[in-house]
């Protein structure tokens, strides 16, 4: 099996910061992607940011400019600094990790439980 455990969540006012991070653990043969979605109450989650093995990023149009992702030497964590923080962030964030596991042929998409963000105005 694959975990992914987000930590960093809370509350903050507008224009303020967080970091999330994420730790992949279990039978992990490899890692494409990790990164993080987000879904808001009545709509439907989203894609946020995304690195791949090889340091490539993608980011949605929203959030470009305001926050990073990281993934430390490749590994199996990963980090979303989020800086100027504004109400419409506010948002259930997931862990996603594109893997393969030991024995298996084929990467699947793995998710996290998610963590509550939320920015006050």
């Known amino acids: 099996q694959v975990q992914l455990v987000e930590s960093g969540g809370g509350l903050v006012q507008a224009g303020g910061s967080l970091r999330l991070s994420c730790a992949a653990s279990g039978s992990i043969f490899s890692i494409t992607v990790m990164g993080w979605y987000r879904q808001a109450p009545g709509k439907e989650r989203e894609l946020v940011a995304t690195?791949?093995?090889?340091?490539?990023?993608n980011y949605a149009d929203s959030v470009k400019g305001r926050f990073t992702i990281s993934r430390p030497n490749a590994q199996n964590t990963v980090h979303l600094q989020m800086n100027s923080l504004k109400p419409e962030d506010t948002a259930v964030y997931y862990c996603y990790a594109f893997c393969r596991r030991w024995g298996m042929r084929s990467d699947y998409d793995y998710w996290g439980q998610g963590t509550q963000v939320t920015v006050s105005s």
């Open positions: 690195i791949t093995t090889g340091g490539s990023t």
